[in-house]
């Protein structure tokens, strides 16, 4: 292939002025507006020849820190030897690297002091940096050492700081994600300082969550994990729950820019003792649980078991239960104990069936066919025993599965509050069951769980694929 | 009959600024600027509406803006690209049509000075405007009743005229426009008859008028006015005292200002080096585009031969003062800077019109920001974050220019692909500006890497984006259409708005002499409580001899009211 001068009709060692003649010329031909392609092929080819021309020539562009470099994840630092310039005399002499590294330093301790009017107000008095390079350079030093130090800055700071480098653009060839990282990093590390708490407080917007309460509860988060100190504080379900939120929150959701200096076993375990599904630190905190319900039932139904010896004292009437202290301390156990195990078993079961369509999951055929599944069972159950409510047992759960389903996998799905309609559901069956004498609920709950799955399925029929599922 | 009609119409050049509007043509002599009904070049971008419901533009409403205020609107090309409305009397106008209505004015002026209808116009619009400013300068034209194919960036006509004027050859310069509201650099070179735009920068909302801001909140805090009680009439005769103060401090010492607020009148003095320090966060803010075009090009400072001002505002000594701190140069002053963005039209209207004479020009110029669509990524971290841009246009990309590049959908087996495209420098799309969005479906069950889709951006010389997605595995393209962005007028809404436009009566051009007059007699009255049993009676002797019609007569009067006038401005 012929070297872009040559492509001009120029040869190698043509100078740039050849050059413009020889673009202009062929301008005139190709215009801009006229002969679009044409333009863009003729002015691509002039931008290399220029580039051929100068390389030639000795002169360099003004700014070699700003060239097509390929995007890093790490600043790339300015190069030490800086292209002489030639061509003009008049070009300031160039600002030593002590100068720029001072410069910086001031500027970073500036930042960390949190204001950004005082940072940027001292940014412009500086005489030095009027220089267009010497800016240049200084900004990259600047980004230079915030990535290497991590130095706790304020927001805002960070956003004048890069702002009046110029640095906050797509085309600083610092990469945006690493950036952002940064800046998350550096936010966190200004709000742990203790005189800042309060922004943390700000940011985090836990309501419980006062000042006192952060500092003792990051001061947690520092002591080593050891098992009882955490399940003494996840012993109330909603304690795991804000725990969880907090740390989520301190970091945005990345876990790794959560401080050194936090333990991240204990981290891990919040974190564990709040997903869905069955974890380690769920299981533990539940058993936990369940034996100090089982040690208040056994207390309560010692209490109990001396009542009733009293009562029949007093010549009352037998109770028609048989109050032993052993069933009533199992009664009183087991039922928290049994209705956990039951939560335990829906959340991957609710998780698994309100999957979206699109991504793949185990057994798609009983996915599919789950609540049909259900009331088929449910049905069965009423023709096989039509005075027992024992067909209530599957159809239940089939409705309920099958309006999560519809709910979880349609647009509006997170704006439904789950409290309300859970509630509402509860409520629905005994309340048909005491305004209507003739028994509806079969054919009520029935529909109820069909419709929702049929619907849902016919939205989601055009992603609907149950073969090859499993692929992925 | 009517299609001949249209070849044989005129092509206008326009630059219609944020203060002041300008028309003109390229002509016999090189580029000629038409005046207007009173007989300058500057007809003010002030829209004011009569009792009558009538509508004045120009020199009289923007009078009316102390004595009318709430009838008169000013600087509404700050709006353009959003959909602000204005009420004025019994209308209600979108930044738009106070556009045409000025183009309207102007237009008539032409055609009264050149005798030709106007067809056709190129229109200056700041180089950092946006892709709905600029439809919305497009639909004021429209509005107006003409075509508006072309729009040129102000620093580049200014460069234009500049260039064509000077003849130099093989020469780099910087363009500075600071106008009434905007603020543009461009950096330019000029061989060989080719006017190459190499990188433009600016700040949309930067320009005379925030310097203004800044006297007026000085003037308020130090005699404790509170701002926000102003009244519409106090505010605007402070605001035209202290634009003459800010005017006069440019010819160097100190200068002060009278104003009645209420019952007190408030003297205030301020010196240059006063001016200086209160509008310092302004000239800061004047230089980050400057070095964002200069490193954009580049160029070192030393290697510009000149710097040119342009923009009424460019004359302040304190860009002067920053341009030669900056480079190290004085700026060049030769061109008018009122006048040579205009005169850039012309010649712009000229190169549209394919003037023989002006067929050794060709100009290139640059899409002045970064056109791109929203990605998400992975961190070092190897957690997903979204939200990210990634360019697709670099800003200050030679146009007309046309670039593709392959994305990937984020997870496997996905049907659908929704691509958002936006405007922009920050790294992440919610600092950048959404011009529209894209649906794409997308073959079943592939992978992503199967499924990738070819993005690609096209921007022509006009400013028009087109995006193009094609997915590679099955060959089938989406076209978004960008006309639909919020605060954009659509065909139809243009229609209807033209026929409203066309209903609303305008004052005739040859009763515009009269109604300035009458207009600045009626401001000098809210200005100045000592003389007003004066004017009143010369108002009233005026209008009897409007009512006698005798064309003579009123001439002469009028021209007499008008010296009147003048010398009691000078006196108070």
Not at chain 2, 97 to 106: G, N
Not at chain 2, 352 to 369: F, G, Q
Request: glycine share 6%; hydrophobic share 45%.
């Amino acid at each position: 292939m012929s070297s872009p001068l040559e492509w001009f009709g120029l040869t190698g060692d043509a100078d740039e002025r050849a050059l413009k003649r020889a673009y202009a010329q062929r301008l005139r031909t190709t215009r801009p507006d006229e002969d679009p392609e044409g333009f863009q092929q003729l002015h691509a080819m002039y931008q290399r020849a220029l580039a051929q021309c100068r390389s030639q020539g000795g002169q360099m562009p003004a700014f070699p820190l700003e060239q097509d470099v390929p995007v890093t994840l790490q600043p790339i630092t300015p190069q030490e030897d800086e292209p002489a310039i030639t061509q003009n005399a008049l070009i300031e002499p160039l600002l030593s690297q002590e100068a720029i590294d001072a410069i910086a330093q001031e500027a970073i301790s500036l930042a960390m002091k949190g204001d950004a009017d005082a940072l940027l107000a001292w940014l412009r008095t500086q005489p030095a940096l009027w220089s267009l390079q010497a800016k240049a350079r200084t900004g990259w030093r600047c980004v230079e050492r915030m990535f290497q130090e991590v130095p706790p800055m304020p927001v805002d700071c960070q956003e004048a700081l890069l702002g009046f480098f110029d640095l906050d653009r797509v085309q600083s060839r610092i990469d945006a994600a690493s950036l952002a990282r940064l800046s998350r990093r550096m936010q966190l590390a200004w709000e742990m300082q203790r005189a800042h708490h309060e922004t943390l407080r700000r940011r985090v917007g836990i309501e419980t969550f006062t000042v006192p309460k952060i500092r003792s509860l990051l001061g947690e988060f520092t002591r080593p994990f050891s098992w009882p100190s955490v399940l003494m504080a996840g012993f109330m379900p909603s304690a795991a729950h804000r725990r969880a939120q907090f740390l989520t929150r301190l970091c945005q959701g990345q876990f790794n820019d959560l401080p050194a200096s936090f333990d991240r076993r204990r981290v891990q375990f919040w974190l564990d003792a709040t997903q869905g599904g069955v974890t380690r630190a769920r299981l533990a905190l539940g058993v936990t649980r369940w034996l100090t319900a089982l040690f208040v039932a056994a207390i309560i139904g010692l209490l109990i078991a001396i009542a009733p010896a009293n009562r029949n004292d007093l010549g009352g009437q037998p109770s028609s239960l048989d109050l032993t202290p052993v069933s009533v301390m199992l009664g009183v156990a087991l039922a928290p104990g049994l209705l956990w195990a039951m939560w335990m078993l829906y959340l991957p079961l609710d998780a698994w069936h309100g999957h979206p369509e699109h991504v793949p999951v185990r057994w798609p055929w009983l996915n599919l066919l789950m609540v049909p599944l259900l009331c088929a069972v449910g049905t069965a159950l009423k023709l096989w025993q039509p005075d027992s409510l024992i067909f209530l047992l599957p159809l239940i759960p089939a409705a309920w599965l099958a309006l999560r389903r519809f709910w979880r996998r349609s647009a509006t799905g997170d704006r439904v509050s789950p409290n309300l309609f859970r509630f509402g559901f509860f409520l629905l069956v005994p309340l048909l069951r005491a305004i209507v004498q003739q028994d509806i609920t079969l054919p009520v709950l029935l529909l109820l769980a069909l419709i929702p799955w049929g619907w849902d399925l016919w939205r989601q029929r055009a992603v609907l694929r149950i073969t090859d599922r499993r692929a992925a | 009959m009517y299609l001949q009609g249209e070849l044989s119409g005129m092509i206008v050049g326009i630059d219609l600024g944020t203060t002041h509007s300008l028309i003109g043509t390229y002509g016999e002599q090189g580029p000629v600027l038409f005046p207007n009904a009173l007989g300058g070049f500057l007809t003010p971008s002030v829209v004011s509406v009569d009792d009558a419901g009538h509508v004045i533009v120009g020199q009289a409403a923007r009078d009316r803006m102390v004595s009318h205020p709430t009838a008169s609107v000013a600087t509404f090309k700050r709006w353009m690209g959003t959909p602000r409305e204005t009420r004025l009397g019994p209308h209600v106008f979108r930044p738009e049509e106070l556009s045409a209505l000025i183009l309207r004015t102007l237009i008539a002026d032409a055609e009264a000075a050149s005798g030709e209808k106007v067809t056709e116009a190129v229109i200056s619009v700041p180089a950092y405007f946006s892709d709905a400013q600029r439809k919305a300068t497009r639909a004021a034209g429209e509005l107006a009743g003409i075509r508006v194919e072309r729009l040129i960036n102000e620093p580049t006509a200014a460069a234009l005229a500049y260039g064509l004027q000077e003849k130099r050859d093989g020469s780099r310069f910087l363009v500075f426009d600071l106008g009434g509201g905007t603020f543009d650099v461009s950096v330019l070179e000029m061989f060989e008859g080719v006017v190459e735009v190499h990188a433009s920068a600016g700040d949309n909302f930067l320009g005379g008028e925030d310097f203004l801001d800044v006297l007026e909140m000085a003037v308020c805090s130090e005699r404790q006015i509170d701002q926000a009680k102003l009244s519409p009439q106090e505010r605007g005769q402070l605001r035209r005292r202290l634009e003459v103060a800010k005017r006069q401090l440019g010819n160097g010492g100190a200068t002060s200002i009278e104003w009645q607020h209420g019952e007190q009148a408030i003297g205030w003095d301020i010196d240059e080096e006063r001016f200086a320090r209160l509008s310092e966060p302004l000239v800061h803010r004047l230089r980050a585009p400057l070095e964002r075009a200069m490193r954009d090009a580049n160029l070192q400072p030393a290697q510009l031969d000149e710097i040119v001002l342009v923009g009424g505002a460019s004359r302040m000594p304190l860009v002067a003062r920053l341009v030669s701190r900056m480079f190290g140069r004085l700026p060049l002053r030769h061109v008018n800077p009122d006048e040579a963005i205009a005169l850039g039209a012309c010649v712009a209207s000229g190169l549209k019109a394919r003037d023989a004479r002006l067929d050794e020009i060709i100009l290139t110029d640059v899409c002045p920001y970064t056109l791109g669509i929203e990605v998400s990524r992975r961190d070092e971290a190897g957690g997903r974050q979204q939200g990210f841009f990634a360019p697709i246009i670099h800003r200050n990309s030679t146009v007309p220019v046309s670039r593709a590049e392959s994305f990937q959908p984020v997870q496997d087996h996905q049907t659908q692909l929704e691509l958002n495209v936006y405007q922009g420098e920050n790294p992440m799309v919610e600092r950048n500006i959404k011009l529209g969005s894209l649906s794409i479906v997308l073959p079943a069950r592939r992978t992503a890497i199967e499924n990738a889709v070819e993005v690609r951006f096209t921007y022509d010389v006009n400013g028009v984006l087109q995006v193009e997605a094609t997915v590679q595995a099955t060959g089938a393209r989406h076209e978004l259409v960008l006309e639909q962005n919020p605060g954009v007028l659509d065909p139809a809404e243009i229609r209807a708005r033209l026929a409203a436009l066309d209903a609303i009566k305008i004052h005739p051009r040859d009763k515009q002499e009269n109604l300035a007059v009458l207009a600045r007699a009626e401001r000098l009255y809210e200005e100045y409580v000592s003389a007003r049993q004066q004017l009143q009676q010369w108002i009233m002797q005026f209008r009897s001899v409007l009512d006698s019609q005798d064309e003579l007569q009123i001439r002469e009067h009028r021209r007499l009211f008008g010296e009147a006038m003048d010398l009691l401005e000078k006196s108070l």
